[in-house]
C-alpha cells in the first residue's frame, strides 16, 4: 500500500549529499522511477520510504506524514527588540521632558503612540497550513496571507541591520520583522518577494515545502 511521504525532506537529503536521483536509486536498491514519484508525489511503499530512510540514516517516521497528512505549523516570536525600541524612546521623551517640560497633552498622545506601536509589534505569528502562509502581528493585527499556488521558492535569510524592525517595502517585495536578523525570503511566481522575520527560519522553510508537497 502506498503511503505519504515528505518528498521536499527526500530531496532536502539526497541534495545535501550530492547525490543525484540516479545514485540514491543504486545506493538504496530502488527503482529510478519509484525514487522520481517520491520526491515528485510523494508516493510511495512502507518499505520504500524505509529503505531511503536507512540510506539517510534517519528515523523512517520522520519521512511518514503523521496520520498520511500535514500537519499546520504555527509559531509566534515576540518582538523583544521592538519593545525595547519602544522603551528606550520612551526613556528619552521622559528626560527630554523634565528640560523642556512639554504640555501635558502632548507627552500623553507620544506615549500613546508608543504603547500602541508597542502593543501592535510585541509579536508575529506565522501560520502554514494545507492552502496558504499567513501572518499577522500583536493580536491579530494587519494580518495577510499568500496562497500556496502562488509561491515558488524559499530560503533561509539574514537581514541587514540597516532593514529595521515592522513593515516596509524594499525593492519589489515586502518585509514583516518585530525582532532579530533571521526571516525567510519567499519568492512568488509573479517575481516579487516577501521576507518574514523568525527565529525558526529552517523549520518555516520545511513548513512551506512541506506544505506545497501535501498540495501536489
Not at 528619552?92 to 523634565?98: A, H, M, S, T, Y
Not at 495577510?144 to 513593515?167: F, T
Not at 517575481?191 to 523568525?198: C, Q
Amino acid at each position: 500500500m502506498d503511503m505519504k511521504a515528505k518528498s521536499s525532506l527526500i530531496r532536502k537529503y539526497r541534495t545535501e549529499r550530492l547525490w543525484s536521483q540516479e545514485q540514491l536509486a543504486e545506493i538504496s536498491g530502488l527503482g529510478l522511477r519509484t525514487i522520481q514519484r517520491l520526491e515528485a508525489r510523494g508516493s510511495g511503499s512502507q518499505e520504500s520510504i524505509k529503505a531511503l530512510a536507512a540510506v539517510f540514516k534517519v528515523d523512517a517516521d520522520t519521512l511518514f506524514w503523521r496520520d498520511g497528512a500535514f500537519q499546520t505549523y504555527k509559531h509566534k516570536q515576540w518582538g523583544f527588540a521592538t519593545l525595547t525600541i519602544m522603551a528606550l524612546l520612551a526613556t528619552v521623551i521622559l528626560g527630554i521632558n523634565d528640560l523642556l517640560s512639554f504640555p501635558a497633552a502632548g507627552i500623553g498622545v507620544l506615549f500613546g503612540v508608543l504603547t500602541l506601536v508597542a502593543i501592535t509589534f510585541s509579536s508575529m505569528t506565522i501560520e502554514v497550513n494545507e492552502s496558504e502562509v499567513s501572518w499577522y502581528f500583536g493580536p491579530g493585527l494587519f494580518k495577510k496571507s499568500l496562497p500556496l499556488e502562488e509561491v515558488g521558492q524559499c530560503k533561509k535569510v539574514k537581514n541587514p541591520l540597516w532593514m529595521g524592525l515592522g513593515i516596509h517595502a524594499y525593492g519589489t517585495g515586502w518585509i514583516y520583522n518585530v525582532s532579530g536578523l533571521l526571516g525567510v525570503e519567499i519568492e512568488l511566481k509573479g517575481g516579487a518577494f516577501i521576507r518574514l522575520g523568525t527565529d525558526q527560519p529552517n523549520y518555516l522553510v520545511q513548513a512551506i515545502e512541506d506544505a506545497k508537497d501535501n498540495v501536489q
